[in-house]
């Protein structure tokens, strides 16, 4: 019989697990799927930055001619031929793309036919005022969207989550370029509230340099980030509202009821935070459609950003400019893309669990 006090050996005594043993182990099991996942998301980005290489320089430099436009029409064929060799077009397109790619490894994207400047450069000095408008238009998409979507989708008969709806389908449907010259008809023209285009004056925060830090960059960036802000407010607030209309049945919001939480616990908390998870990854994406696609806005509002870079390239046939402006954009919406991806696998563990597992 062992002594009194002893633990037979049958019941060994648990020991605590040091944090360099099994708990370690455990820990580097749950963080390595993360790893995995992020790996081959970057080797599918490269995948895709790749081959939309190969797409945006063959359809760019397949359409026109730019000698047309860069030459005068009484040059003489010695003077066009001068001119073909400079600029590298008397290759053949395989050997303009070899070449591209190689300077493109080194950063080097070419210079533009009518500045005469590295089209890169061109591109980044815009993309600044750019991003600024891109940037206030989702902020505004945000702050209105989420809450006006949070009201309708608990209020869905009420007055109020009916107008809601409804303004939301008016967002969808107006043009953004009418709405972009009724808002300058009203608010510059009629009212004198605010200026009519362009863009103010830069201040500084922390060493930055950014119109969204003066009074005067925001008096020019109100109108141009509303007209392009309209769209996704309805958007948002279409997506909040649906999200909010698919979560209040269920179990775990009516045990919070049955709990006795107070209702705005159970919106804030239980409602609002899962409905998130989608909304993380639409304005994502949908982040990058308003910087692609703010052409029409900066257009309308004279607004210094790559969009009216694009256009007037486009009407030039400035080749490295608009190949330079689609490489950028597609990085861009490569790394939005691949940011999303993992905010949404870090929300929901069950994303890239699915993943590794297909």
């Known amino acids: ?18 944090l360099s043993g099994p708990a370690a182990a455990d820990g580097a099991k749950r963080g390595a799927p993360l790893t995995v996942f992020i790996i081959r998301r970057l080797m599918q980005s490269l995948l895709v930055l790749a081959a939309m290489t190969v797409i945006v320089f063959v359809g760019v430099y397949a359409i026109g001619n730019p000698i047309d436009i860069l030459i005068a029409p009484d040059a003489t064929q010695e003077e066009r031929a001068r001119a073909i060799a400079s600029l590298g077009l008397d290759r053949p397109l395989w050997e303009q793309y070899a070449v591209y790619i190689g300077n493109m490894l080194q950063g080097d994207l070419g210079k533009s036919f009518v500045f005469n400047e590295p089209a890169l450069q061109l591109v980044l000095q815009r993309l600044p005022a ?16 989420i809450p006006l979507g949070l009201w309708a989708g608990l209020e869905p008969e009420s007055i109020a989550g009916r107008s809601i709806m409804a303004g939301s389908i008016l967002g969808f449907s107006l043009p953004n370029f009418w709405q ?53 407010t309805s958007l948002v607030i279409r997506l909040t509202r649906a999200g909010v209309r698919e979560t209040l049945p269920l179990d775990y919001v009516r045990f919070a009821r049955a709990k006795g939480l107070s209702r705005r616990r159970v919106i804030f908390v239980h409602v609002l935070r899962n409905i998130l998870i989608p909304l993380v990854t639409i304005l994502g994406l ?63 563990p069950r994303v890239r669990l699915a993943d590794l597992e297909g």
């Open 286 to 348: 949908e982040l990058g459609t308003v910087i692609a696609f703010a052409v029409v806005t900066e257009t309308i509002f004279a607004w210094p950003g790559i969009g009216k870079l694009i256009i007037d390239s486009i009407f030039l046939l400035d080749r490295p400019v608009i190949v330079a402006y689609l490489i950028v954009i597609v990085l861009m919406f490569i790394t939005i893309n691949l940011i999303v991806d993992v905010l949404y696998s870090i929300l929901d």
């Open 1 to 18: 019989m062992p002594a009194t006090g002893t633990v037979p050996s049958a019941f060994p005594v648990a020991r605590p697990r040091s």
């Open 130 to 145: 750019t991003l600024e408008l891109a940037v206030a238009a989702m902020l505004i998409a945000i702050c209105i969207g």
């Open 180 to 232: 972009g010259l009724m808002l300058i008809m009203i608010f510059a023209v009629f009212l004198g509230w605010l200026p009519a285009g362009g863009r103010g004056d830069p201040g500084t925060f922390l060493g930055m340099e950014s119109t969204l830090f003066s009074v005067d960059g925001w008096s020019h960036l109100i109108l141009p980030a509303t007209n392009l802000a309209l769209f996704k």
